[in-house]
């Protein structure tokens, strides 16, 4: 099955700055890659999907970058802001499957 | 667009009772939904992929007797802890997919089994 690894487990930057999470997979077959934000007991949102046809998506300050042939994929949050601050999971999945997620990344904006 | 809701959002049980969950796609229809269990400061686990109409697919090491799950709409899943224990106390989250693989996921149900 999918195995996804996600770094770093923690990530504190200052507001301002910019944040990038990284995360790798092992399923050349998985073809959809998500990414949620998660608050304190609160259910994972969206923030920013790409799928294995495209190699960078951007949304505002939010961008992913897919790398297929050495299976990783980023998060980039630019101009982090203290609403920033959450966990954030990577997943990995495609077709009928449900999605793999990594184990998480905890972000701290610092002010 | 594109909201899931779940009820309860956390409940209280004593240990032998049974608790069911609803998770609802309002405002999509969803032929898959997907239960996830959270436990603190770790990540979310797939216990089963629910399809409309058809038994559903448990993960392995689930055990399918013990959480059981009916999708009998496009717009209802329900998940139910048969004779809970206080190692099954965990945050469930219910997830439904729209379009292709995208998921959209509820707010979560807190479960604490005494």
């Known amino acids: 099955g999918e195995n996804v690894e996600q770094h770093p487990s923690t990530l504190s930057v200052q507001e301002g700055d910019s944040a990038v999470i990284k995360c790798t997979y092992s399923?050349?077959?998985?073809?959809?890659f998500p990414w949620y934000k998660q608050e304190l007991g609160k259910g994972p949102q969206l923030i920013i999907d790409?799928?294995?046809?495209?190699g960078e998506k951007k949304d505002q300050r939010i961008a992913v970058t897919l790398n297929k042939t050495a299976k990783h994929f980023s998060l980039h949050i630019t101009e982090t802001q203290p609403e920033d601050s959450a966990v954030y999971f990577c997943?990995?999945?495609?077709?009928?499957?449900?999605?793999?997620f990594g184990k998480g990344t905890h972000l701290i904006i610092q002010p | 667009g594109a909201v899931v809701s779940q009820h309860p959002s956390w409940v209280i049980c004593k240990s032998g009772t049974s608790v069911k969950i609803e998770c609802r796609s309002l405002?999509?229809?969803?032929?898959?939904m997907f239960w996830y269990r959270q436990f603190p400061k770790q990540s979310l686990m797939l216990m089963a992929t629910?399809?409309?109409?058809?038994?559903?697919?448990?993960e392995q090491g689930v055990e399918k007797d013990k959480f059981l799950i009916n999708h009998a709409s496009l717009t209802l899943s329900t998940l139910t802890v048969t004779s809970a224990h206080p190692e099954d106390s965990s945050f469930y989250i219910c997830?439904?997919?729209?379009?292709?693989?995208?998921?959209?996921f509820g707010p979560g149900t807190r479960l604490l089994v005494l």
């Open positions: 997830s439904a997919r729209l379009l292709a693989e995208t998921q959209y």
């Open positions: 399923d050349s077959a998985s073809n959809y």
């Open positions: 790409i799928r294995s046809n495209v």
């Open positions: 997943a990995a999945g495609g077709g009928a499957d449900g999605l793999t």
């Open positions: 405002d999509f229809q969803a032929t898959t």
């Open positions: 629910s399809n409309e109409g058809s038994k559903a697919t448990y």
